[in-house]
């Protein structure tokens, strides 16, 4: 299997944009998939099937893609954007599933 | 509304036993994938096991293959997670979710709210 790599936190400005990375080797054959996740709570996909945002998920967020990396950019990033990100994909052999370990979002 | 409640969690001693369940209901349960997910105390997910609509196709995590059990009943929209030789580190909340596909991908859609286990003497 193999790893999918995040960092551990990062901040923005009130209405700045933020990119969230994610590397790993199976992104270069399966493509990444965000979870948004606010304390006590389960968490909710933001970007699936390549780059497509989940149904209710706001405009300012958007998902790109190059070579071993995904990322998660938020566009003018609110208060309510501050939680846990989790970068997911299936792993090279397609029969496993990879979570990053999370970037937390602080929104300053 | 598509819902998923897991039960099943609780208190157990280090190389017990628990059997997890989730209810599935609001869609067409026969017809998806599922999985487990689960989340130590302040840590990140992790994936658990997954198995396919008919129960034919069945994976696990390597680091817990052989302790755990994924298993169905698709005439009762219910996924099992038989989990033995329970040890501290899977100390976690259980998450049952459900695998949708797109045209490029594969997602964790939805999530049921978790069930805790906690291995402990």
């Not at chain 1, 009130?14 to 606010?38: A, E, H, N, P």
């Not at chain 1, 995904?70 to 496993?96: H, K, P």
């Amino acid at each position: 299997s193999s790893e999918l790599t995040q960092d551990p936190a990062v901040s923005v400005a009130l209405g700045q944009t933020v990119k969230i990375t994610c590397q790993g080797d199976s992104l270069r054959s399966y493509f990444g998939t965000w979870y948004q996740q606010k304390p006590g709570q389960a968490p909710i996909v933001v970007i699936s099937d390549q780059h497509s945002r989940a149904s209710g998920i706001p405009g300012r967020f958007s998902g790109s893609s190059s070579g071993n990396t995904v990322s998660l950019t938020i566009t003018g990033a609110q208060a309510e954007d501050e939680a846990d990100y989790y970068c997911a994909s299936r792993d090279s052999s397609g029969n496993l599933w990879l979570f990053g370990g999370g970037t937390k979002l602080t929104v300053l | 509304e598509v819902q998923l409640v897991e039960s099943g969690g609780g208190l157990v001693k280090p190389g017990g036993s628990l059997r997890l369940s989730c209810a599935a209901s609001g869609f067409s349960f026969s017809r998806h994938h599922m999985s487990w997910v689960r989340q130590a105390p302040g840590k990140g997910l992790e994936w658990v096991a997954y198995i396919s609509n008919s129960g034919t196709f069945i994976y696990y995590a390597d680091a817990l293959k052989g302790r755990f059990t994924i298993s169905r009943d698709n005439a009762n929209n219910s996924l099992y997670l038989q989990m033995n030789s329970l040890r501290a580190e899977d100390t976690a909340l259980y998450y049952c979710v459900r695998l949708e596909s797109g045209s490029y991908s594969d997602w964790f859609d939805p999530w049921g709210q978790g069930t805790l286990v906690t291995v402990s003497s």
